[in-house]
């Protein structure tokens, strides 16, 4: 369990260590679990926002259209009941967190499919409520998923799962991205335009590929299940699944708890929001489905696992927070790359440079940062308390990618990607006061300071 005040960081390890606990079972079943987390979010996000874009759809209703992520900033309402009611049936067989899972990925399988069978050009709501119903499924998995995580290793090891989780978790989303864009351009062969039937190929191989993760599921061990007070009544069950986990998280963090609140809401800003308009613009830079798939399949994946294996590894010799300051460093900058390329005009090299880049800068954030997130959760409440960091950290950039098709109106690609890079200023500045705070904490807390206090 946590203690009352942020621990202060386990003695460095050598790199032998640091890179051999990658291949440990907990990391290897992260790396599966990853995938299955990863593969629904571009399928209604980034990779839907390119089918829709060929479809003819205007950019500010993609813009409004990536709304739908939203459903994962708000994850935190349902997370209680994830943490703690048990599934008939399923709980008894597979344990309480495996049983959230394995029907969480029922709901996204069900969901992929249905959104391979609507068409845009007919009508956008029937996709509006499939993309919902496999965000809903997501975020829940997510829920189980993070939980499941945190209580599977202690602490001085959540950076290294935090990146083979990170790693499944960008295989799963090029896949995602690349993948389905290789299938269905397969499909389509020499025709031009959008092809319906190629869409409706490609969705139902990504549902088929959650399979990987059901799999993983069922032959994993169910962590160690923490004990839960009995509650007496519909009160006092409501105060420990709904209150204590927010009321915990703010007596151990006292008055940095807004400062961490604050970090964790726009530290990944820059990424989401441009993120949302990355595939309308290679449609409209005239790259086929052929040349994106190519270079997001094999530079991408390259490029971000060496990031979440850089990531995680700098994280475990030199501590989370340079590794957070670094990844939010370079998630804005590689934006620039963007807006150069928007400047550039047409090409595939610079396009393999451009997502080499960002694949690079985001796998290094995200390892930091999930180890960051795990970090302050109480394994008591993981699941409901990483659930609260991880919808704060989509809710502000999801609302405001909505609007991203509009400022492409308005401004054009070079100045929205500009912005989107001048959106990770204040991140560097809240690293690096979380950081400070974070030392003066663990200062106080060594025993020299508290027999100080004491005397």
Not at 77 to 100: E, F, Q, S
Not at 151 to 176: C, F, H, K, N
Not at 331 to 336: K, V
């Amino acid at each position: 369990m946590a203690s009352d005040a942020p621990a202060s960081s386990p003695p460095p390890r050598d790199w032998r260590a640091s890179l051999r606990i990658y291949l440990s079972p907990p990391s290897l079943r992260m790396l599966a679990l990853g995938f299955a987390a990863g593969l629904p979010l571009l399928l209604v996000l980034g990779t839907l926002s390119f089918r829709l874009r060929e479809a003819g759809i205007d950019r500010s209703t993609i813009g409004y259209f990536s709304w739908v992520g939203l459903a994962y900033g708000f994850k935190w309402v349902w997370a209680p009941l994830v943490d703690r009611v048990p599934l008939p049936g399923l709980t008894r067989w597979l344990g309480r967190r495996r049983a959230w899972l394995l029907l969480a990925q029922a709901g996204v399988m069900a969901g992929l499919i249905g959104l391979a069978a609507a068409d845009p050009r007919v009508s956008l709501g029937p996709m509006v409520g499939w993309a919902l119903a496999v965000a809903f499924a997501s975020a829940t998995q997510d829920i189980a998923l993070d939980a499941f995580r945190i209580e599977s290793a202690p602490v001085d090891e959540q950076p290294a799962l935090a990146a083979s989780y990170q790693t499944g978790y960008r295989l799963a989303m090029i896949w995602a991205g690349a993948g389905v864009l290789w299938v269905a351009a397969r499909a389509q062969g020499l025709a031009v335009g959008y092809d319906q039937a190629a869409w409706q190929l490609a969705y139902a191989v990504m549902a088929a590929s959650m399979l990987l993760g059901v799999l993983t599921v069922l032959l994993s061990p169910e962590p160690a299940p923490q004990p839960l007070a009995r509650a007496r009544g519909a009160g006092e069950w409501l105060r420990t699944a709904l209150v204590e986990p927010f009321a915990d998280f703010f007596r151990r963090y006292r008055w940095q708890a807004a400062l961490i609140l604050a970090l964790i809401a726009v530290y990944r800003i820059s990424d989401v929001v441009m993120g949302i308009m990355a595939n309308p613009f290679y449609v409209d830079m005239g790259y086929t489905k052929d040349e994106v798939a190519a270079v997001t399949k094999i530079y991408g994946v390259v490029m971000t696992l060496a990031g979440a294996f850089v990531g995680g590894s700098l994280a475990l010799r030199f501590g989370v927070m340079r590794i957070l300051m670094l990844g939010a460093l370079l998630s804005a900058l590689t934006n620039l790359l963007f807006a150069w390329l928007a400047g550039f005009g047409h090409s595939v090299p610079a396009l393999i440079a451009v997502v080499s880049a960002d694949n690079l800068a985001s796998g290094i954030a995200s390892a930091a940062f999930v180890g960051y997130l795990s970090s302050l959760t109480n394994i008591s409440y993981s699941a409901t308390q990483y659930a609260l960091f991880s919808s704060l950290m989509l809710m502000l950039p999801k609302f405001v990618a909505g609007f991203s098709g509009d400022y492409v109106n308005a401004h054009g690609y070079g100045g929205f990607f500009v912005s989107t890079a001048l959106l990770g200023l204040p991140v560097l500045l809240l690293v690096a006061l979380a950081a400070r705070a974070q030392r003066q904490a663990s200062a106080q807390n060594t025993p020299s300071a508290q027999a100080g206090t004491a005397s």
